[in-house]
């Protein structure tokens, strides 16, 4: 499968512990996002990446979260010392980038719960 | 950012057509309409887009009004695969310098046998 792949899938921690995805685009796709989803809601914008460059983040995006894209190909979102308010779906998508009209394709998500 | 307007919910039985309307009173000339859609437990996928034009692929046929204030997403022959939540979004051109997608609520669509 050649699809946007996550990891994990799913990660229940405990406040204040500190908790790392992963995110694999589709090779070449020269952007990638992150975007967080809660229950009964529509994604909701994060940040993303033009190869390796972070070129904007959402207010959403507190000073516990910071993502990386090294290299310009997988990307990490850690968040830390979590708060019960993390517990989403942290969900990354690709697109290759020429008009700004490209379909972004999207990872499954990882689900997250904080206890 | 403009915003789009869509029902929460709408009901269908298989293999009839369903109709999705949203609205997006405040669109702009360089806005492009796009349609994803999300599957229970899955991450959003791409449906359709356009600009002025009425559009077709495999999957489903976007309507555009005239005066482009709303559009409709036609799904030919609902199954029960199709049933998601679609959402209506908005996107500039890449003059805009981002193309984050932003998400309302949708339309929960329940596609019954």
């Known amino acids: 499968d050649t699809g946007v792949s996550q990891d994990p899938r799913h990660k229940i921690t405990k406040r204040g512990q500190n908790v790392t995805f992963r995110c694999d685009p589709i090779?070449?796709?020269?952007?990638l996002y992150w975007y967080r989803q809660t229950l009964g809601q529509g994604p909701e914008f994060l940040t993303y990446?033009?190869?390796?460059?972070?070129?904007?983040k959402s207010r959403l995006l507190s000073d516990r979260f910071s993502a990386e894209r090294p290299k310009g190909s997988f990307s990490t979102l850690e968040i830390q010392r979590t708060e019960q308010g993390d517990s989403a779906m942290y969900l990354c998508?690709?697109?290759?980038?020429?008009?700004?009209?490209?379909?972004?394709?999207f990872g499954p998500g990882t689900r997250l719960l904080v206890l | 950012d403009a915003k789009t307007t869509q029902p929460n919910s709408m009901e269908s039985n298989e293999e009839e057509p369903v109709h999705l309307p949203c609205n997006h009173s405040?669109?702009?000339?360089?806005?492009?309409i796009h349609w994803y859609r999300q599957l229970p437990s899955q991450g959003p996928e791409y449906v359709i887009h356009?600009?002025?034009s009425n559009v077709n692929n495999r999957m489903a046929s976007l309507a555009i009004a005239e005066d482009r204030k709303s559009s409709t997403l036609i799904l030919h022959r609902a199954t029960l695969r199709d049933a998601a939540v679609y959402y209506c979004?908005?996107?500039?051109?890449?003059?805009?310098?981002?193309?984050?997608?932003?998400f309302g609520t949708g339309t929960r669509l329940q596609v019954f046998p």
């Open positions: 998508a690709s697109s290759l980038v020429a008009t700004g009209q490209e379909t972004q394709y």
């Open positions: 090779s070449e796709h020269n952007r």
């Open positions: 990446f033009q190869n390796e460059a972070q070129l904007e």
């Open positions: 405040t669109i702009s000339g360089t806005d492009y």
């Open positions: 356009g600009l002025t």
């Open positions: 979004i908005l996107r500039g051109g890449l003059s805009y310098n981002t193309d984050k997608l932003i």
